[in-house]
Structures are given as C-alpha cells and as structure tokens.
C-alpha cells in the first residue's frame, strides 16, 4: 500500500516562507500524477497544485507566483515551496498521488499551516 508522510508545516507570520515535503512509499512519482491540496475550517478541499508526469504544472490563482511545486524522483519526494504566505493560506495542506496504472488515488495525512496577521 501506499503511503505518503507531509511535513514542514507549522506556524508563520505573514510575508514568512515555509516548504513542505511529501515522501512516498510504494509509489514511482515519475509515472504519478502529484500535487498538493489544502482544506480550510468549514471549507472543501481546493486544489493547491498539480505537476503531471509529463512535466506539465497548475497552480490555483490564488497562490499564483507566490507558491512553486517540485519533485525529486530519485527520493520519491513532492515539495511545495510556499513564499510571502498570507493569513488566507491557512489551512491543512494534504499531499495527493494518482496512479495512472491502477487507477488509485491516495492521499497524506496533512500538516497544518497557520499564518497570522
């Protein structure tokens, strides 16, 4: 089974950074499709980023030239470099794999991020 572990999470004030990492198991992120969600309290899960296995990368417009996705196949490893945070990226930020072969999605556990004012 796969497992994905988040990390880099914590508490930052606004303007700060933080970088999160996702570490798979059991999983090849090079024919993966990988990304980053985040759900606020009393909200649904959004889709923060997504880089597919050809390279090709979304991002929402809300985090637009402030966030970057990236991938290290070799560690089985997805980061998420987070930049001038605002109090409205506060959230549990999830860390989501599809295998394209089997058709499975799986997902982390989450790390929170708080960004006061």
């Known amino acids: 089974q796969v497992q994905l572990v988040e990390s880099g999470g914590g508490l930052v004030q606004s303007g700060g950074s933080l970088r999160l990492s996702c570490t798979a198991s059991g999983s090849d992120f090079s024919r993966a499709v990988v990304g980053w969600y985040r759900q606020a309290v009393e909200e649904q899960r959004e889709l923060v980023s997504i880089?597919?296995?050809?390279?090709?990368?979304q991002y929402a417009d809300s985090v637009k030239g402030r966030f970057t996705i990236s991938r290290d196949n070799a560690k089985n490893s997805l980061y998420l470099q987070m930049n001038s945070l605002k109090p409205e990226d506060t959230a549990v930020y999830l860390c989501?794999?599809?295998?394209?072969?089997?058709?499975?999605?799986?997902w982390g556990q989450g790390t929170q991020v708080t960004v006061s004012s």
């Open positions: 880089l597919y296995h050809s390279g090709g990368i």
């Open positions: 989501y794999v599809f295998n394209p072969d089997t058709l499975n999605a799986y």
